[in-house]
């Protein structure tokens, strides 16, 4: 149980174009994931919260207006990284919760994306 | 702020040399310590969590333990699969948001 996916788990892209990538919860409703951004030997940095049916929350310093977030369903959120550039290249991670889970704050995460900007 | 260290930075053990990664936390209020696994170009695949000092969590060759001001992961007698990337965790408020400590590199030689 507890099974996360992540598409794509690989991209390339040109610059100025835009990416999006899917994170789905396979067998339990998530009303909130995670996303992260993990650079080489680096730890998870959280960009942001996607709560299902309203905005997301972003940390400190993540351009809102570049990586979208929309969180559809209970089983679906997706990052959409606009115009890209070779500085957003990276190991991109999502994590969801189990909502039902109220024993329990446990984040089960993803496969992870990784994004190369040519 | 929240700062989670993890040490030391990297580990080389023999096969069957036990060793302990430590974990130390500074939070205003802790909700749970997490652990994580990280195989390289994967994502983090859950271990543990604690949540009060005291406790205790066991998995295989892996046993978490917490204290007020720390967390220690002990791998007893290792094997090369156990080789990984260990990464600790920590909640503090009830949005559910995760701080990361760096990870400790485990590379257990055959």
């Known amino acids: 149980g507890a099974v996360v996916s992540q598409h794509p788990s690989r991209v390339i892209c ?3 174009t835009s990416v999006k990538i899917e994170c789905r919860s396979l067998d339990f409703q998530a009303t909130t994931m995670f996303w992260y951004r993990q650079f080489p030997k680096k730890s998870l940095m959280l960009m942001a919260t996607s709560n299902e049916g309203s905005k997301a929350t972003y940390e400190q310093g993540v351009e809102k207006d570049k990586f979208l977030i929309n969180h ?8 959409t990284v606009t115009s890209a550039h070779p500085e957003d290249s990276s190991f991109y991670i999502c994590s969801a919760r189990d909502w039902l889970a109220s024993s329990t704050d ?13 | 702020e ?9 580990l080389r053990l023999q096969e069957g040399e036990s060793s302990s990664l430590n974990c130390s ?6 909700r749970g310590l997490f652990w994580y696994r990280q195989d390289p170009g994967k994502g983090p695949e859950f271990l543990f969590t604690l949540y009060s000092a005291g406790e205790e969590k066991e998995k295989e060759r892996l046993k978490a333990t917490l204290t007020k001001k720390e967390s220690f992961l002990h791998i007893t007698a290792p094997k090369p699969e156990d080789s990984a990337t260990y990464l600790c965790a ?16 485990v590379t257990v030689r055959a």
């Open chain 1, 14 to 16: 040109k610059s100025g």
């Open chain 1, 72 to 79: 559809a369903s209970l089983t679906l959120s997706t990052l």
């Open chain 1, 106 to 118: 446990t984040q089960y995460f993803g496969p992870g994306t990784r994004l190369t900007v040519l």
């Open chain 2, 2 to 10: 929240d700062q989670v260290t993890q040490s030391p930075e990297a």
């Open chain 2, 25 to 30: 936390y500074t939070v205003s209020g802790l």
């Open chain 2, 90 to 105: 920590v909640q503090t408020s009830n949005d559910y948001k995760l701080s990361f400590g760096a990870g400790t590199t």
